[in-house]
């Protein structure tokens, strides 16, 4: 994941679109939400395991 870029999460069924602000500790990066601004870090949306479907994507 790169600082300033907008990725596509999928997790568990759940979708979150959010923007890199900045890297962490290891892989773990503070994120911005696209639809509610609010910020949060990546292992808040990973805690519970990776699913089935987990997937990351670069959107534009």
């Not at 759940?14 to 290891?26: A, G, I, Q, T």
């Not at 609010?38 to 670069?58: A, I, M, P, S, W």
């Amino acid at each position: 994941m790169r600082v300033g870029w907008k990725y596509r999460l999928v997790n568990f069924g759940d979708v979150y679109e959010f923007e890199v602000l900045k890297p962490l500790e290891k892989d773990n990066f503070r994120l911005k939400d696209l639809s509610t601004l609010e910020e949060y870090n990546l292992h808040d949306l990973v805690q519970f395991g990776k699913g089935k479907d987990f997937e990351v994507r670069e959107i534009e």
